[in-house]
């Protein structure tokens, strides 16, 4: 009875992180009827995952941030936003075998190449209007990204960065017959000219590469070169901006830097209290931009953002979190038999993406990449057998 039970919570466990892909609504619906049903059926003991002492220490500094702050109620969002790290207890819970994780990364994988399709078509369809109108506004690269079903090209382009990460290693045991949901994923990743994920996907796919096959290394990247030729005047375009003058998203970005500088500053232990840089950004403002020009809800950075919006005790209990998370995926990498040391590849590749990535975008705060990067950081833990990753190790 009681593995059909956790047979049951694993499915919306699992439903939950592919949905994400598609809706943030449908998803958020699926992780409350696991949580429930997790409540309600009680199949088994809560096992907690061994990160969960930072954690912990981080949503504390959150809320001490967010005590502190001149308008708690414009922050209660960030304490809201606690009820995703469920995720992760769902998953070292229920995503317990061999096969509940392969059957997940296929679901996530299939998912993810599907709504790739969807973006490759926006951005031809996109760019065929670009040579018309020669207008930035509906130039593919800058200002007229693809989406996918999502609602924003960032959102889209940092879970498509994070499941092509996890997707390399996967191929380890999912076979050759997912290289091409691979490529799809990898294809759309260069098509959303987002130049924060394409790093990460490199970086991320270095940390991958170091540590398996040749062939199925040399199978993924093939196809992205020959993309990234084909598109190479595009890429050169998009890249070239970077270089240019008082171009406004990039010019910005150091004013971001030195505005966030200024309120860690003046408000260094607790911040300036969550969800208020957009109201004190005018004040720290020094730039010749006009402030119309660039979008300042955020500071573009993960490190810089939550020490200029919950402060320095807070951004050491992020690091914290990051720096055990590595030492327990690199331990359990050791330590894993081959049937499961590609998930805890998978978890340091999309891990790694995700934080090279997020030096130049807020990444962190976005609730879908959050959600998704929960699920398949801790599908390790639940690998890994209940015992080991307890805190009473």
């Not at 009820?83 to 994988?109: C, D, I, K, P, Y």
């Not at 030096?359 to 929960?374: C, H, K, R, T, W």
Request: aromatic share 12%; hydrophobic share 55%; charged share 10%.
């Amino acid at each position: 009875m009681n593995g059909a039970k956790e047979a049951w919570i694993y499915g919306l466990t699992a439903a939950s992180a592919a949905a994400v892909l598609v809706s943030i609504a449908a998803s958020q619906i699926l992780l409350a009827a696991a949580c429930l049903a997790w409540i309600v059926l009680r199949p088994a003991p809560m096992v907690w995952p061994s990160y969960m002492i930072p954690l912990c220490a981080f949503m504390a500094t959150t809320v001490v941030s967010l005590m502190i702050s001149p308008d708690p109620g414009a922050g209660f969002g960030s304490i809201r936003k606690f009820v995703l790290f469920s995720m992760g207890l769902l998953a070292a819970n229920f995503v317990t075998t061999a096969w509940r994780a392969r059957t997940s990364h296929r679901l996530l994988l299939g998912i993810a190449a599907a709504t790739s399709v969807v973006a490759i078509g926006q951005f031809a369809f996109a760019y065929q209007k670009f040579l018309v109108t020669q207008d930035l506004a509906d130039d593919p690269t800058v200002l007229a990204r693809t989406t996918g079903l999502m609602s924003h090209w960032m959102t889209f382009s940092g879970e498509q960065l994070l499941v092509w990460c996890a997707a390399i290693p996967a191929l380890i045991v999912l076979g050759r017959g997912w290289l091409l949901p691979t490529s799809l994923v990898g294809v759309s990743m260069i098509l959303s000219f987002t130049r924060s994920v394409w790093l990460g996907a490199a970086v991320g796919f270095v940390v991958a590469a170091l540590l398996m096959p040749r062939r199925v290394v040399l199978g993924v990247l093939l196809p992205m070169v020959l993309v990234a030729s084909v598109m190479s005047g595009l890429i050169y375009h998009r890249v070239a901006m970077s270089f240019e003058e008082g171009f406004a998203p990039d010019t910005s970005r150091m004013e971001m830097f030195r505005v966030g500088m200024g309120m860690i500053r003046d408000h260094p232990l607790f911040g300036v209290g969550p969800e208020r840089i957009s109201v004190e950004f005018p004040r720290y403002y020094a730039g010749s931009n006009d402030l119309g020009n660039f979008y300042y809800g955020h500071l573009h950075n993960n490190i810089l953002q939550i020490a200029a919006e919950r402060g320095l005790l807070c951004l050491a209990a992020f690091l914290w979190l990051i720096v055990a998370i590595y030492t327990h995926l690199v331990k359990m990498h050791k330590t894993a038999d081959e049937g499961s040391r590609w998930a805890t590849l998978s978890a340091l590749s999309a891990l790694t993406g995700f934080l090279v990535a997020g030096l130049f975008e807020y990444n962190f705060g976005d609730s879908e990449v959050l959600l998704l990067l929960l699920f398949i950081l801790s599908v390790p833990y639940g690998l890994a057998g209940q015992k080991s990753q307890s805190f009473a190790k």
